[in-house]
């Protein structure tokens, strides 16, 4: 299927099988494909929509910097109760 997708109309018609597979299989929304795309088929993507691609590589930045500010704020969190439960 990777060497199938080099038009517009196959990427968008792959991307509508996995929204909406048929019968007897579960579909998904727009944003569970959005989270699990394989990284060869966000690849075809950026060809034909680098604009969708460049929001992709954003939001993979947004997560790593909340992942890097959750963690700074349960290491605070934690030294503070450390701090108060030392007394």
Known sequence: ???DLGTVGEVRD????????G?????RTVAQLA???????AE???VHAPHVSELREAAA???ADAARA???YADALGAWIAEETSR
């Open 44 to 46: 075809r993507l950026t």
């Open 1 to 3: 299927m990777k060497n």
């Open 61 to 63: 930045r947004a997560d």
């Open 35 to 41: 989270k699990v795309m394989p990284d060869w088929l």
């Open 70 to 72: 959750r963690k700074a």
């Open 14 to 21: 792959f991307l509508r099988l996995c929204l909406n597979p």
């Open 23 to 27: 019968p007897r299989r579960t579909g």
